[in-house]
C-alpha cells in the first residue's frame, strides 16, 4: 500500500489576528458618548428621587415626634390634675380658688396629693393635706408662658407660727359671712397671688410641670346641668366653693418644644392670648361649644397665622386637649 503525502495546502495553520481586527471589536465594544450622558442623566434622576423620599421620611417622622411630644405632655398634665381633684379635701369649710380670668386661668385647692416641705420641717408637723394649685407662668418669670404645679405640704395646725402654713378652714361671723382672713385669698396671698388673675404668687414649691402648655382655661358644668365660668352667677368668675359643681372642665393648648424654638416669647404670649375665652352664649348653646372646639376652630382659620404674624407650620402644630373630672359629692 502506497503512502501519498499530505498535500502541503491542505494544512491547518494558526492564524495570529489582526491588531486592527481587535482594536476594531473594543471600539464597538465601548459605549458612545450619548449614552454615557443618558446614563448620568438616569442616576442623577434617581439621587434626586432618593434624596426627596429622603427629606419627606424625615419631615414624616419630625411631625410623628412633635404630635408625640405634645400628646404626652397632655396626658401627662391632665392625668395629675385629675388625681389631684380626686384628693380634693370636701369639706363645706375648706376653702379654694378657680379663677376664670381674662386669658389663662389658674386654680388653688386643698388636697391629700403629693407635695413638697419647706426645708428643716420635721416629720412630726408634716401633715397629709397640701396647698395644690396650677397656673401658667406670667412675663419676667422663669418658666414663662409654661405650666406650673403648686405642691405646698401643710403642716397640721398649730405646728406652725408666723406666715401661714397650715390649712386653714373658712370662718363665718355672727351674719354668716366669711371672715377674709380666713380665705385663700388672704391667708396664703404670697402664695396665689393678688386679683384679678391669681398667677403672680411666688414660692419655692412651685414647678415646672409642663414646657407645652401655654394656655390653661377652665369652665364648671353645675349640678342643674349647665356649663359656666361663673359658679356664683355675679360676674366675678372667680369661684371659692364646688358645692353646685358637678364637674370640672380643663381645657389645656399645648406646643411642641420644636416648634416654640421658631418663635419669640413675646410671640407665644401673643398667640395664647389670641385663643380666646368661651362666651356666656357658646356655653349656653345646644350643643355647648367648649374651649377645646372653639380652639381648634379658631387655629384651622388661615386669618389666625395673620392675624398673630405667626409662621403658619408653627400655628398648625398647637393642639387643644380637654378633659372632664366629675367631683365626688360631700
Known amino acids: 500500500m502506497k503512502t501519498v503525502p499530505y498535500p502541503e495546502s491542505n494544512r491547518a495553520v494558526a492564524v495570529s489576528p489582526s491588531p486592527l481586527s481587535h482594536r476594531a471589536r473594543s471600539v464597538r465594544n465601548a459605549f458612545s458618548m450619548a449614552e454615557l450622558l443618558v446614563a ?37 398634665v391632665l392625668g395629675r390634675i385629675g388625681d389631684d381633684l380626686a384628693r380634693r379635701v370636701r369639706l363645706r369649710d375648706a376653702d379654694c380658688l ?41 412675663a419676667g418669670s422663669e418658666n414663662e408662658n409654661q405650666l ?13 407660727s408666723g406666715k401661714p402654713d397650715s390649712m386653714i378652714l373658712v370662718s363665718i361671723d355672727s351674719a354668716g359671712a366669711a371672715l377674709p382672713g380666713s380665705r385663700m385669698t388672704n391667708a396664703f396671698s404670697s402664695v396665689v397671688g393678688a386679683a384679678p388673675s391669681y398667677n403672680d404668687g ?21 349640678k342643674d346641668g349647665t ?11 372667680i ?6 359643681v358637678a364637674a370640672v372642665i380643663v381645657t ?16 407665644l404670649a401673643q398667640i395664647a392670648s389670641a385663643l380666646g375665652d368661651p362666651t356666656p352664649a357658646e356655653l349656653s348653646a345646644n350643643p355647648p361649644v ?26 398648625a402644630k398647637i393642639r387643644a386637649y380637654q378633659r372632664i373630672y366629675p367631683l365626688k359629692a360631700l
Open 202 to 222: 411666688v414660692d419655692s414649691t412651685y414647678q415646672l410641670l409642663s414646657d407645652g402648655v401655654i394656655r390653661l382655661e377652665i369652665a364648671f358644668l353645675k
Open 40 to 76: 448620568l442623566a438616569v442616576l442623577s434622576l434617581i439621587s434626586v428621587i432618593v434624596a426627596q423620599l429622603v427629606n419627606s421620611s424625615g419631615k414624616v417622622a419630625m411631625g410623628s415626634r412633635m404630635r408625640l411630644d405634645a400628646e404626652g405632655q397632655a396626658r401627662l
Open 148 to 160: 406650673e404645679r403648686l405642691g405646698k405640704g401643710l403642716k397640721w395646725a398649730g405646728a406652725t
Open 252 to 267: 389645656i393648648a399645648v406646643l411642641d418644644e420644636y416648634s416654640q424654638k421658631q418663635i419669640t416669647k413675646a410671640k
Open 98 to 138: 378657680f379663677v376664670a380670668a381674662n386669658g389663662n386661668d389658674s386654680m388653688y385647692f386643698y388636697s391629700e396629693a403629693p407635695a413638697a416641705f419647706g426645708s428643716g420641717t420635721v416629720t412630726q408637723d408634716k401633715s397629709g393635706v397640701a396647698l395644690i394649685g396650677y397656673r401658667i407662668a406670667g
Open 239 to 244: 369661684a371659692s366653693s364646688l358645692d353646685d
Open 227 to 237: 356649663i359656666t365660668q361663673d359658679v356664683n352667677g355675679d360676674g366675678s368668675r
Open 290 to 315: 367648649l374651649m377645646a372646639r372653639k380652639w381648634q376652630s379658631e387655629l384651622s382659620s388661615p386669618a389666625f397665622a395673620t392675624s398673630v404674624d405667626a409662621p403658619a407650620s408653627v400655628i
